[in-house]
């Protein structure tokens, strides 16, 4: 367990991990080209490593030498390894992503995971897939499942019946494999580097705006090539540390490379919104991604309206946007948000019923949270986390302004996306210390 103690200011300029959305997919991608690939700056969390784990499985060579991760690629069709089985932990945009490459690959490998990826649905991402081509094998669409993939896909034209990027991505993957093109279409942006990555390897691709969204179509058949990524600092692991500054008086932060990619970048449009001192600085292009050093500064703070349309661009920050929302003076009301349910935990449960531990005024209803600000942050709460790292990040942040120390259940899981958080946060100033279960 950890506790997190009120603490003084916050200083100092820190690099947060890689982006964990670009890790996974440099890995994939370069597991599907023709060469090698060698990756810098690519997130060591659990989640990514089990990507990379499965790609080696599947027959790719996936090594880290020296500072950077070095992929030799196999070709799009080449992953012909018959590993068994393939465990992604608890990383659905792992185990979704690779449904795609499945897909197109003459293997038949089971897919599983820990306590709570089984319970997280796929049906979203194989419906599409099957109706490609890929063979599933399972009682229900959650792991574990065996799937088996064609080597005669079927391209398709689909529409996302919701905003989905790692449905969309799962698809145009698997796209690389069928004859002709495959087209998905999405009436609500969603993050696009999939599609930026793929350009980035040499796939043919095509975006155009039609009268029922976007359409981004690949062509299949695909012939990639190995290249370098260098992949930016995850915005929703800044998150954590920008909310941290806006609680803390007196504080002052630079975040250093940190990727601005706009359909990601919703969280800090939000915190501007609300009056939050927040500046890009030194703003660049880095392997096809924007990039900037965030600087961000403490400060009075109001509640907003958070439209249900920005939800794509910052659906992981909900919970932190709620934590800096009780801290805020006034209403935040969060709108299109149902989609947390089914996260790594029911995350609309998870961050009420710790807010409420807090003595933090909030509610719910499926698609809505509303947080009443203003009232101070009473704290005191030893908050499940139910095997979600985002919820153990976005608690141990409140207690830094909260009146009582916070204590969470769970710190191991942080791993999962950002395994140095406690020492990142404790050289900028923060109170975090371990809690032994015999401690009162």
Known sequence: ????????????????PGDKSISHRALILGALATGTTKITGLLEGEDVLATGAALSALGAGVNKKDAAWVVHGRGVAGLNAEPGELDFGNSGTGARLMMGVIAGQNVRTAFTGDESLSRRPMGRVLT?????????????????????????LVPIVYELPVPSAQVK??????????????????????RDHTERMLRHFGAELTISHEKNGTAITVNGDAEL?????????????AAFLTAAVLITEGSRITLEGVLVNPTRTGFYETLKEMGADIQYQNEREEGGEPVADIQVASGPLKGVEVPADRAPSMIDEYPVLAIVASFASGETRM?????????????LASTLAGLKAC??????????????????????????????????????VMGLGAEKPVTIDNAAIIATSFPDFV????????????????DP
């Open 128 to 152: 599409p897939l099957i109706l490609m081509g890929l063979n599933v094998e399972g009682d229900d669409d959650r792991l574990p499942l065996t799937l088996t993939g064609a080597t005669d």
């Open 423 to 438: 020492e990142i946060m404790r050289a900028l100033g923060a109170q975090i210390q371990q809690l032994e279960p015999s």
């Open 335 to 347: 709108e299109g948000v149902g989609e947390l349910r089914v996260k790594e935990s029911d995350r």
């Open 225 to 237: 090539d190995g290249r370098d990524v260098c992949v930016p600092g995850d915005p929703s692991s």
């Open 1 to 16: 367990m950890l506790t997190s103690i009120k603490s003084g200011t916050l200083k100092g300029s820190v690099r947060v």
């Open 169 to 190: 991505s799962a698809v145009l993957l698997a796209g690389l494999h069928a004859p002709g093109e495959t087209t998905v279409i999405e009436s609500v942006p969603t």
């Open 359 to 396: 003595g933090v005024d909030a509610f719910a209803d499926e698609d809505t949270l509303t947080v009443q600000g203003g009232k101070g942050v009473r704290g005191g709460g030893h908050i499940e986390t139910h095997m979600d790292h985002r919820i153990a990040m976005a608690f141990l």
